[in-house]
C-alpha cells in the first residue's frame, strides 16, 4: 500500500506563487511510481473535485485549460515525491488540492492523499 502526503498548502494574495509536495512512502512505493501516473486533483467547496495536472512515468504533462502556462507539475523519482508549482493564483484556485497515483489511460485512481487547503485572496 502506498501512503501519499501532500504539503505546501496556505493562504496567499491573488499573483502570488505557492508549490505543493507530495511525498510517497510504504511499500514498494517507488515501483509503483516509477510505472503509473500521478496527478493532482481539487476540490472547491460545492464542486465536484477535478483533475489540474498529471503526469506520467515518461514525463508528459496533462493540464487542465483554467491553469495551463500558471502551474507545472513535475516529478523527483528518486525523492519519489511530485510537486506543484503554482504561479499567477487566481481567486478561483482556491481548493483542497490532493495528490494522487493513477492509471493514465482510464484515469482510474489507485491512491489519494489527504488533501492541503490552498487559499487564494482578491
Known amino acids: 500500500q502506498v501512503q501519499l502526503m501532500e504539503s505546501g498548502g496556505g493562504f496567499v494574495q491573488a499573483g502570488g506563487s505557492l508549490r505543493l509536495s507530495c511525498a510517497a512512502s510504504?511499500?514498494?512505493?517507488?515501483?509503483?511510481?516509477?510505472?503509473?501516473?500521478m496527478g493532482w486533483y481539487r476540490q472547491a467547496p460545492g464542486k465536484q473535485r477535478e483533475s489540474v495536472a498529471i503526469?506520467?512515468?515518461?514525463?508528459?504533462?496533462d493540464y487542465t485549460d483554467s491553469v495551463k502556462g500558471r502551474f507545472t507539475i513535475s516529478r523527483d523519482s528518486a525523492k519519489n515525491t511530485v510537486y506543484l508549482q503554482m504561479n499567477s493564483l487566481k481567486p478561483e484556485d482556491t481548493a483542497v488540492y490532493y495528490c494522487?497515483?493513477?492509471?493514465?489511460?482510464?484515469?482510474?485512481?489507485?491512491?489519494w492523499g489527504q488533501g492541503t487547503q490552498v487559499t487564494v485572496s482578491s
Open positions: 510504504g511499500l514498494a512505493s517507488g515501483i509503483i511510481l516509477s510505472r503509473n501516473a
Open positions: 494522487a497515483t493513477l492509471n493514465y489511460g482510464s484515469r482510474y485512481v489507485y491512491n
Open positions: 503526469i506520467t512515468s515518461g514525463g508528459s504533462q
